[in-house]
């Protein structure tokens, strides 16, 4: 199912903003039912006012660059973080080697079928 961006009113504001693709995909994930009442900034607001935490950044150092990043999570159990530049390498990277590890397996399932 593709998702296309969609123009929504808020509720409190009643400017439009934008409920985007990717936002979308998100809810569809989650499984989510409702779709955004509140554009950002108010719903920011809102959670101000009722005292709910926005969500923290915290202050590492990328493990492979060295370059000074913030993340939107606390670090744990000593596993690697990466600045978003180093994270996209790596990603790519590992994502060649699963393909690369994928092939020798689909052609052993061929030579054993014939």
Known sequence: MSFL???LTCRECKDLFIWTAG??????????INIPARCPKCRTERKAKLGLPSSAMTEVVCAQCSQATTVPFVPRNGNPVY???CLSAVRATVEVTAVTNL????SLEVAQSL
Not at 23 to 32: G, S
Not at 103 to 106: D, G, K, R
């Open 103 to 106: 092939a020798p397996v689909a």
């Open 23 to 32: 936002e979308q995909q998100f809810y569809k994930t989650r499984a989510l």
């Open 83 to 85: 600045c978003s530049t």
């Open 5 to 7: 961006d969609k123009t």
